[in-house]
């Protein structure tokens, strides 16, 4: 069964930067479009970026758009967020998650996780002075 395994996080001050990597084990990450979510403490998971499966279009949650950038390195398997200007309310647990192209609109527009299998532990993110 594939999983992922996230990586990257760790404290960073306001206005500081952060890659995130998300490396796919199990399957081909060249075959799903590819998200990543985040938790806070105490509040639901949200969708944050999305990339769909040939590069060519690209997703952000308003909160995020203009400062954070989704990758993907399919040769590598792998999926990159290079978060910058950061806040202390872009604080949390960061997963990724894939999907079939077929469920590009519920995934990247609507943010609805569906069909993405488990998630992986994820990686934690605080921003905080």
């Known amino acids: 069964q594939g999983q992922f395994v996230e990586s990257g996080g760790g404290l960073v001050q306001p206005g500081g930067s952060l890659r995130l990597s998300c490396a796919a084990s199990g399957f081909t990450l060249d075959y799903f479009v590819i998200a990543w979510f985040r938790q806070a403490p105490g509040k639901e998971r949200e969708g944050v970026s999305c990339i769909s499966r040939g590069n060519s279009s690209t997703y952000y949650a308003d909160s995020v758009k203009g400062r954070f950038t989704i990758s993907r390195d399919n040769a590598k398997n792998t999926a990159y967020l290079q978060m910058n200007s950061l806040k202390p309310e872009d604080t949390a647990v960061y997963y990724c998650?894939?999907?079939?192209?077929?469920?590009?609109?519920?995934?990247?527009?609507?943010?609805?996780?569906?069909?993405?299998?488990?998630w992986g532990q994820g990686t934690q993110v605080t921003v905080s002075s």
């Open positions: 998650a894939a999907t079939p192209p077929r469920l590009l609109a519920r995934l990247c527009l609507q943010w609805d996780p569906v069909d993405v299998g488990s």
